[in-house]
């Protein structure tokens, strides 16, 4: 089993910068992808970008530019540096993680006011 715990998000302005985290724990060397999601107010939950084993990237249209996945094996986390940040970027940001199954973190919003 893998355990993910995030963190970072908050409020900020729009233009500003936020970057979120996701620790994962217990199975980690099964783990063939770690992504974010989102799920705006009344929207439903969409992929922001997802990193693959090679380090293989792939990012929303709206994330292109101005979004970016990384990981750091060492500590099995994967981090969501997002920049230019916009008002429809405001939502529940998801980990999301697939072994032979799939793992979801709790959410961490993230709210950017115009």
């Known amino acids: 089993q893998v355990q993910l715990v995030e963190s970072g998000g908050g409020l900020v302005q729009a233009g500003g910068s936020l970057r979120l985290s996701c620790a994962a724990s217990?199975?980690?060397?099964?783990?063939?992808?770690m992504g974010w999601y989102r799920q705006a107010p009344g929207k439903q939950r969409e992929l922001v970008a997802v990193?693959?084993?090679?380090?293989?990237?792939n990012y929303a249209d709206s994330a292109k530019g101005r979004f970016t996945i990384s990981r750091d094996n060492a500590k099995n986390t994967v981090y969501l540096q997002m920049n230019s940040l916009k008002t429809e970027d405001t939502g529940v940001y998801y980990c999301?993680?697939?072994?032979?199954?799939?793992?979801w973190g709790q959410g961490t919003l993230v709210t950017v006011s115009s």
């Open positions: 990193i693959i084993s090679g380090g293989i990237t």
């Open positions: 217990g199975s980690t060397w099964r783990i063939k992808s």
């Open positions: 999301n993680v697939w072994d032979y199954a799939e793992h």
